[in-house]
Each structure stands twice: as C-alpha cells, then as structure tokens.
C-alpha cells in the first residue's frame, strides 16, 4: 500500500503534522503501537481515577497563537482550555510562596517581598528578561547564572526551580534566551486543557480522519524500508507488511529511537551516533495521587513547583531538591468527594534499567523513591495532612513500557543554544525524512513540539524547500 506521507508515532508531534497534512490534501498515514494516541502524554487510568502524566501547564492558546493557527485548518473545534491566574506558585525551602502571575506590578511587588536581600536586582532581571526580543544579541548564548551574580541563593534557586520545570535546564546550563521564552510564558498566559493534553491528542486524531487521513492503531513499525539507492522508501510494520511513502516519512520517535531503530546504527553516520551517545534527557518520577477536595481548598494554588532543598555549595541537583504538585480539576476525573493530583519528579531514567530484568529490584526502587518523595511532599506541604493518598506510581520503565522511549525519557532535552525553531532541528541525514516531538523541538513544551510539527508539514507542502539544507549534524544540545 502506499500513502504521500507516512508517519510513524500518535504523540502531539506526529499527530499535529498529520492532521495539518491531511487538511491541506495529502494522503497521510499515521502508525501507533498503542491502541490509543497522545504518547507520553496520555492519561493514566487507574481504580476510577484519570491521571494527566504533566505538570498541566500549557502555552500557545493566546489570540494569535500557534493554537489558534493550527485549528484554523483542521476539521475540529479545539479543546477547552483555561487560562491559569497565577499560572503556578513557587514555594520555597522556608516556607514563603511566590506567586508567578500575569499582573508585571503584582509580581514585582511578590518578588520585593519574597527576596528583600536582592529585591532591586531580582526585580531587575526579571525587566531584562521582559525586554529580551533579539535571539542573536550577543547575551543570547550567555548563561543565566551570569545575570543573577547580584542575588542571593534562595533567588538563584527559585530561578533554577522554574527554568528546571519550563526548560529542563538550571541557570547554569541555560541561555539567557532560553531563559527569556520561558520564564516570562507565564506572565504572558498559561492554560489548563480540559481533559489533559490527551484531549488535545484525541482532537488531532479527530481532524486527521475527517481529513481523510488514516491512522492505524496497534500497528507498530520496525524499521524503515529502503529502496536500491540506499533510499528510505517507507517502513516495515512488525506484522511483516510493507508500507510506501511516496513523498516524506516523519518519525515521532525520539531522535535516538529514529536512528537506532528506524533509520538503524548501520546506515547511521559515527558523527551522529557520536552526538547521540552525548545526549542525555531526564527521567520522571510520579506519584498519582487521590486528594479530598475540602484539602485542595487550603492550598496557594492548583500547581505548585516546591523547592525542597537550598543546596547550598554545589550545583543545583533537581532529582534531589525539586517536585511539581498539579491537580487535575476537571470533572470526572476522580471519584466524588476526591481530586487527582500528579506528583512529578526527576529522576535519572537509566538508574532505573540497570535491573530492567530483575523485577523484584525495580521494585524495591519503586518503593524507596516512593518513601522518599512521599516524606519530602508532607514535609514541604504540612497543609495536605493525612487527606491525601498514593493510587500509583509511574518510573521511567512504565513509560519505556507504553511508548518503548529510550530509557523512557520524557519532556525533551535541555538546549544550550538559543530556543528558536529552526529546520536543523527536524532534518535527518535523509532529505524525504523529518523528526517532531520533544527531544527535537526549539524547547520543551507542548507549543514548541506543535510549533515544530507545522514548521515539517508547511516544508512537505513546498518540495522546493524539502531538501534544501541537509545536515549530518543535527543539533547541539546538552544535559548534566
């Protein structure tokens, strides 16, 4: 059978540039090994409760925004979304919570409270970061550490709680671009989807058929097909069918998934098996909790990014100083009476595959984390009380086991350079294959990955850019 594209992947990645495609008159197939689409995203069910595996925090939903364009062409209404006022609070070591809102003078005001040590230099970076609007300034590339020599410590590390949450990376491994984009996304507007970012997925798979799109469910793909110029032609499904691409292949794997198994080590250049060997990208660690609703009122706020540890003297670890508290308040997602919450944490996915055999092992991991999080939660937030309960956990294998990630790795990968979109990020060694997702997006985010997935389908639409600018080299990013 063949099809004009073929995508291999159901995250938001693959899905975006699937249904885009198909409303602009492609013939587009979409491969998903699961039985459901939304990839690491998905929600997780369990004893009558519906988990969202994020923090819940979503840009890209303004007027204008990178929703509002890619909607504009499917054959859906979008989801419900929320605006979020404050978008999160932060809360401290000590006890003091900041309130990360839209208002600029409400905050400034918080931050001169919250940080009277530095009040004059937090309130200053915090303008810089407003006024940044030149990714090529030559401080574009500078770390953000280098801006916050004038703070104190418990300043730098409520920088470095957030930027670790919005960016995967500390100030010290940031860029003051980076920095900039992320930072001030919540005073510009963050949403809560109604139904989680599996309604978003749900609604994209929606508008890819009613395109005339197929999308293929329980069909996973093995490799990609090549033809006798060395050529990828299409790919090989686990069932032994073939499938032709006659004009793009777009993986929504992650990139070393892409070339370890689709692409394969052997046809993969050393100088970008050597990047990938450099690649690292973190692991989570969640706890899918029940919560009473008369508990849920005492709280700052639906979201909270706490900060356990000051860590002074040493770089910032945040699989030992941080977690994120987000309740899910959507009807039905909980029994009556009772809320969902996700607990996410940090952690290094491969630590948990060093007995990926040994099952007993991976729990006794599982419960020691378990134990450990759940003494920092209680310590950190003394106002949950004994109202709150663990349903389940989810490791790095649980989302090796859903979506065969490597090393179930999720939420991107921390950029050193300047977080822009850029066609390097999505190009492969071949000019007719193209990556989405997070590991290849400008930064992470649902509205980096959707960014970049319009970015691939308008390159598909327009032959003349398709093989314009190949690349070996795909990208330089870092993490720890």
């Given at each position: ?7 291999v ?46 923090a ?15 909607f ?7 989801p ?13 070591p ?135 110029d ?53 692991g ?51 029994p ?96 007719n ?48």
């Amino acid at each position: 059978m063949n099809h004009e594209v073929v995508v291999v992947g159901g995250g938001i990645g693959g899905l975006t540039a699937a249904a885009l495609l198909a409303a602009r008159g492609v013939d587009v197939c979409l491969f998903e090994r699961q039985s459901h689409v939304g990839g690491c995203v998905a929600n997780f069910e369990h004893l009558g409760y519906t988990f969202e595996p994020t923090a819940g925090l979503y840009s890209g939903w303004e007027a204008e925004g990178i929703y509002e364009k890619i909607f504009s062409e499917l054959a859906v209404e979008p989801p419900n979304v929320q605006a979020l006022s404050p978008a999160y609070v932060v809360r401290l070591p000590d006890g003091t919570d900041v309130a990360v809102a839209v208002s600029e003078r409400q905050f400034e005001d918080d931050l001169r409270q919250a940080f009277p040590e530095c009040a004059v230099p937090a309130v200053t970076f915090y303008r810089k970061l407003a006024e940044f609007n030149d990714p090529n300034r030559g401080s574009a590339r500078t770390a953000t550490s280098t801006y916050l020599a004038n703070c104190s410590l418990r300043f730098r590390r409520f920088i470095d709680v957030q930027l670790q949450t919005l960016t995967q990376c500390t100030s010290d491994r940031s860029p003051l671009a980076g920095a900039a984009q992320a930072l001030m996304l919540p005073h510009r507007g963050l949403w809560t989807i109604q139904g989680g970012a599996q309604a978003l997925a749900d609604a994209l798979a929606e508008s890819l058929k009613k395109s005339g799109g197929t999308l293929r469910m329980n069909a996973p793909v093995l490799r990609f097909a090549y033809g006798s110029d060395g050529q990828p032609m299409g790919v090989d499904l686990l069932s032994g069918e073939r499938i032709l691409a006659t004009e793009a292949i777009i993986s929504n794997l992650t990139i070393w998934d892409t070339y370890g198994k689709l692409i394969g080590l052997a046809r993969t250049p050393s100088s970008v098996s050597k990047q990938l060997k450099q690649l690292r990208g973190w692991g989570a660690y969640l706890l899918f909790l029940s919560l009473d609703q008369a508990a849920a009122q005492r709280l700052a706020s639906n979201r909270i990014v706490v900060l356990t540890d000051w860590q002074e003297d040493q770089n910032y670890l945040p699989d030992e100083a941080q977690f994120i508290f987000a309740i899910a308040s959507d009807a039905g997602r909980a029994p009556e009476g009772k809320l969902a919450v996700t607990v996410s944490t940090f952690t290094d996915a491969e630590d948990w595959f060093t007995f990926h055999e040994d099952e007993s092992a991976h729990e006794q991991k599982d419960q020691a984390s378990l134990e450990l999080v759940w003494t920092r939660l209680h310590a950190s937030m003394p106002e949950l009380g004994d109202e709150v309960e663990v349903i389940e956990t989810a490791t790095p294998q649980t989302f090796y086991e859903t979506t065969r990630r490597k090393f179930g790795m999720v939420g991107g990968l921390c950029s050193s350079g300047v977080s822009f979109v850029s066609e390097d990020n999505f190009r492969t060694i071949f000019p007719n294959v193209f990556l989405v997702g997070d590991t290849v997006s400008s930064s992470p985010g649902l509205a980096s990955i959707s960014e970049s997935a319009n970015a691939v389908a308008d390159i598909i639409r327009n032959p003349s850019r398709r093989g314009s600018r190949r690349k070996t080299i795909l990208f330089a990013r870092r993490l720890h």
